[in-house]
């Protein structure tokens, strides 16, 4: 992360495009506010074993570093997201009760987090077990100010995905070519690959505005510059079948024609 500074000031910003930046305490928040940023996301742990693995400290110790960086980021006008790590289950930990969860999702919307994303780690979520997550979660928050957070280590991300949907959930994080992981979790892959994420939702009959065509293009392209294969299973069986983006969601949607 000791390049973040010269990532931040060298990438073309697209207008319209969100670039949020993590932040551990105030000192990186301090570091972050020369490079320009609009909006800040804090990310405790969900167990005392990852927070100490990844912040180096506990999770009340986490949250109160976190909550520094929050009060000064909404002072400064900047728009301030919440991700909770290991929300299912920790590598350290073993498996994590809800109500800890809820309880630092409350937490984090008295800081004053517009959205908590609540983070499946290392990937060991089931459907049965988001369901349990989401049950105990929304006591404390509304589905529209909650995201979900999946990395497809035994591919339930889709699964878990349509578990988190079913209580209302609209927002998802994912990722390119599903890259992505964590240097503390050992084994678990990256994060829900975008491809697959928008070819199950157009299945779903739900319209994202996104061109599966382009957007398996630019999967293959950070893929062949990585030097890796991609994560994405849609990205590898579609591959250069398709050239158009009506086709695809046709073959998604197991119909002849678009509603």
Wanted: proline letters at 3%.
């Amino acid at each position: 992360m000791s390049d973040g500074t010269d990532v931040m000031k060298t990438i073309k910003r697209s207008p319209g495009v969100n670039y949020p930046v993590l932040i551990p305490n105030l000192k990186g928040y301090e570091t972050a506010m020369k490079c320009n940023i609009e909006e800040v996301a804090i990310f405790p742990a969900g167990s005392e074993g990852f927070s100490q693995k990844n912040l180096n400290c506990s999770v009340e110790e986490g949250l109160k570093r976190f909550k520094e960086v929050a009060v000064q980021a909404i002072k400064d006008g900047l728009r301030v997201r919440g991700y909770i790590s290991c929300v299912v289950g920790c590598p350290y930990d073993g498996p994590i009760h809800p109500k800890g969860i809820a309880k630092i999702t409350e937490e984090l919307f008295a800081m004053g987090c517009y959205e908590v994303s609540l983070g499946d780690t290392i990937g060991v979520g089931t459907a049965g077990s988001v369901q349990r997550l989401m049950r105990e979660v929304l006591k404390v928050a509304k589905p529209e100010n909650l995201a979900l957070h999946f990395h497809d280590t035994y591919g339930q991300g889709l699964s878990n995905l349509l578990a988190g949907l079913e209580f209302g959930i609209k927002t998802v994080d994912s990722s390119i070519s599903g890259l992505g992981g964590c240097p503390y979790a050992r084994g678990a892959t990256g994060n829900l690959a975008t491809e697959d994420l928008v070819y199950f939702l157009y299945g779903l009959g739900v319209n994202t505005d996104i061109d599966l065509v382009k957007l398996i293009e630019a999967g293959r392209y950070i893929s062949n510059f990585l030097g890796k294969m991609t994560e994405s299973r849609v990205n590898r069986a579609l591959s250069d079948r398709f050239k158009n983006h009506s086709d695809i969601v046709k073959i998604a949607a197991c119909t002849s024609q678009l509603n």
